[in-house]
């Protein structure tokens, strides 16, 4: 398999798939691992020099690319030349399957690849993805999208559940369970949970005490919290705490938990669990009310 390494690419980008690929090659998987670039030396974002080998070769239908994503605010055109573009073509026409991290979509579209195809971006870029590429459909806050051997992904850390859902479909869950524990993964998600969890749609706002209160559901959303424990921790009085909660983050602290037990009983459930198992993990007495919520949203 080989990774395109662009200018200015970001570290964990690369970093996170070649992780997964390297530790799968050393649990005695057939991977060898390769780093193309344009230019000899190659300047990450983060300052960390690169080296590249600039001779690409003619890849298999069995070899994987990974184009990883480059610091680019507003979606600048990837840096790759014609030549590099059409050899991205030219291998997924000979059956090869090509992935993307991040803003590496944009190589992906600039080859023709996105066309008619599903694909994501971080979400910072999806909009601009969407504008230039018409003919694709960009599919909105998830980890990552596979269509016809185009693979693309959100970035970041996306890129390990990326690799690792790569890893799955090729070997099986169980190599892919086994390469997540020797990372230290703490769960491999699925590519359409959403690019932000519950803990971070809601922190938008600048209110210390509800921020704290926040951090305390947080910690201990599966176990049965009253609102006057969570009154007492901060100094407040019950009502005070609803209002401020409300206002900051429009839920009740009732309604917050119940989000976050939901979605974590939704990502038990699309890992194998019963919905009962995943009611009793995440804290409900019974599955009755993890259904209801399930039904609601």
């Not at 090659?25 to 590249?52: I, K, N």
């Not at 059409?86 to 023709?112: F, I, K, N, P, Y």
């Not at 195809?117 to 909009?127: A, F, I, M, N």
């Not at 969570?230 to 009740?252: P, Q, W, Y």
Request: glycine share 8%; aromatic share 4%.
């Amino acid at each position: 398999m080989a990774f395109v390494l662009l200018p200015r690419l970001h570290l964990l980008d690369l970093a996170g798939p070649a992780q997964v690929f390297s530790t799968a090659r050393d649990l005695g998987l057939d991977y060898e691992l390769a780093y193309l670039g344009e230019q000899g030396t190659v300047e990450s974002a983060q300052g960390v020099p690169l080296t590249a080998e600039r001779d690409w070769p003619e890849l298999s239908a069995d070899d994987l690319v990974v184009v990883p994503g480059w610091r680019s605010p507003r979606l600048t055109a990837a840096p790759l030349s014609a030549a590099g573009l059409a050899w991205l073509r030219a291998h997924h026409e000979r059956g090869g399957t090509v992935a993307s991290v991040c803003s590496g979509a944009d190589a992906l579209g600039r080859a023709g690849l996105l066309d008619g195809r599903r694909c994501t971006t971080h979400h910072e870029l999806q909009d601009a993805l969407a504008a230039r590429y018409p003919a694709a459909t960009v599919v909105r806050d998830v980890l990552f999208v596979v269509d016809q051997r185009v693979v693309t992904s959100a970035g970041i850390a996306s890129g390990i559940d990326l690799a690792l859902h790569l890893v799955a479909a090729r070997h099986g869950p169980a190599v892919a369970a086994r390469v997540a524990r020797s990372m230290v993964v703490y769960a491999r998600r699925n590519g359409d949970e959403q690019q932000a969890s519950a803990m971070l749609r809601h922190r938008a706002h600048v209110n210390d005490t509800v921020h704290r209160l926040q951090d305390l559901i947080d910690a201990r959303f599966a176990d049965p919290l009253k609102l006057v424990d969570l009154a007492d921790a901060v100094g407040c009085s019950e009502r005070t705490v609803t209002r401020l909660f409300t206002r900051a983050t429009g839920l009740t602290p009732l309604r917050y938990q119940q989000m976050l037990r939901l979605e974590r009983a939704e990502h038990l459930i699309a890992h194998g669990a019963t919905v009962e198992a995943a009611a009793r993990t995440v804290g409900f007495e019974d599955a009755r009310m993890l259904r209801r919520l399930r039904a609601r949203t």
